[in-house]
């Protein structure tokens, strides 16, 4: 059983305890002065730290209603409960009673909240950031290993305030969208092949609505649909001067269990007036992952829902454009893993102009198992890490939102490296079949190589003042620390 470090789960340690309590005995049984307990006492603790048994005390304290109802209240009710995606419900202390070991083990493997980044390598201030802190995964820990007990029953624990099934993600911040753009209705069936549905639709962007400013975008599969639809790309096409159209860029991108984007409050990502959106929607009958139905899903849409600034918005000083594109590791074409084996993929991207990068999704399929983003700049030769996932799943996209104040500047000239990983063995949990040679493509079997990166695109006079805001703000901490 693999645990965090510093933890100690259920059934380890009692031998250690025992220890402890003979320790105990002694030094109460012995004459020591006061001064001299206290220092055996703290010698003590620190023995109890090395062996990892603090929770042994923690048990005492720790009870669902007095701790654990928030946490996972806050945590884990959003789709474990009526309606939601998790396959069980964890809203009151008799549902979540027979789960707590389960519950112990994937939160202290960090598997749950389903938010694979890694700690301790590049920028961890992420906007949406799901991860429980150690604090909070101590907790759940010491409590299951106390034998999960609910506590005081005067102690009332803290209703779930959490946004229906259904219901858009930024809704209870921004309320219902702008914009909504619907795809049209499809059936799916419980099995057989993958399901591509290309489509254009007319979202009616009127020239007042196009000059507004995005401020949060959101993929929505309706109902059931959120168990089939692998990904819902949406591309935006606008007419030329003949009456063609053709693809300008892209609006979103949606991959299962993907939350939806906010926009910076310092950029501009437009919508082009009388812009067509194109669908481009990979469906998989029955389901993919453990909430997989295997039945057919009648009138299966995806809708798009758009937040806006108001009208000014983008008229102001210092809004820069910001765009979401697609950056490739290498052609697709090239990519060919062996049966058994692995593979590592390595894309490199440049601008002749300062930018700042706000979002990071790495994207493969179910070999692809880590992935990472580096940036080199050739003035110093140095290499900055800023973002790592080391367990990465392709049943959980999640678009890594920089916090503005420390999302990466880059100067002109750097290079983005980006790296994936894929593990064809099956040591991969995720791998239907290690005997398969993996090629380039766009099923769910066979494998993808790129990456979705939201870039500010900055001016030397934009770069230079952040640069310089950055440098005031961290010099006030340092002050501010001593
Ligand atoms: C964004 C939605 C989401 C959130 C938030 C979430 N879960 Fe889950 N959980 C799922 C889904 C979907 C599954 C099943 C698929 C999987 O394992 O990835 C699952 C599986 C589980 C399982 C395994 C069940 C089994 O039978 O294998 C446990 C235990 C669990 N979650 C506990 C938690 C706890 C505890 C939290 C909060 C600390 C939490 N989850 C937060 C969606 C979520």
Sequence with gaps: MKTSPGLVLNGQGGSNLYLILL???????????????????????????????????????????????QIINENCVVCHQEGGIGPMHLTNFDQVRPW???????????????????????IQDLIGDWRLTQEEINTIVAWVNAG???????????????????QWNFEAELGAPDLIVP?????????????????????????SVASNCIKAVQVKPRGDAA?????????????????DFSRSGMLTEYAMGKWGEQVPDDVCRTLPAGAQIQW????????????????????????IGLWFHGEEFGEQDGIYKQDLAQYSLGSQDDLVIPPNGYYMT????????????????????????????????????????????SKWSATWHHSHLYEPDVAPLIPAGAVLVLKQWYDNTANNPHNPDPDMWVVGGSRTGDEMTHAWIAITHLDDEGYEKRVAERQVKQNSSVAGSD
């Design 346 to 389: 390595q894309g490199f991207h440049s601008f002749d102009h300062p930018v700042r990068v706000d979002s990071f999704q790495p994207h493969g399929h179910l070999r692809m198992n880590a992935a990472s983003l580096e940036v080199f700049y050739p003035a110093t030769g140095r290499t900055e890490p800023i973002s790592q996932i």
């Design 227 to 243: 168990a089939v639809v692998h990904h819902a790309n949406s591309i935006v096409f606008t007419e030329d001067e003949n009456g």
């Design 100 to 122: 707590a070991p389960l519950i112990q083990l994937k939160v202290a493997n960090r598997e749950m909240p389903p938010y694979a980044y890694d700690h301790g390598i590049g």
């Design 148 to 166: 999960s007990p609910r506590g005081d029953v005067d102690v009332i624990a803290p209703v779930a305030q959490v946004k229906t099934p259904g």
């Design 23 to 69: 320790i105990e005995n002694f030094i109460t049984h012995i004459f020591l002065g006061e001064k001299e307990q206290m220092k055996i006492a703290k010698l003590l603790a620190g023995a109890i730290a090395l062996v990892g048994l603090q929770d042994v005390f923690a048990q005492e304290q720790f009870t669902y209603n007095e701790h654990v109802a």
């Design 183 to 207: 795809s049209s209705s499809y059936d799916i069936p419980a099995n057989g092949n993958d399901l591509w549905l290309r489509e254009i639709v007319d979202p009616g962007l009127t020239a």
């Design 280 to 303: 481009n929607i990979h469906m998989f009958p029955g389901g993919v992952g453990a909430t997989a139905q295997g039945k057919m899903i009648k009138g299966n849409v995806v809708e």
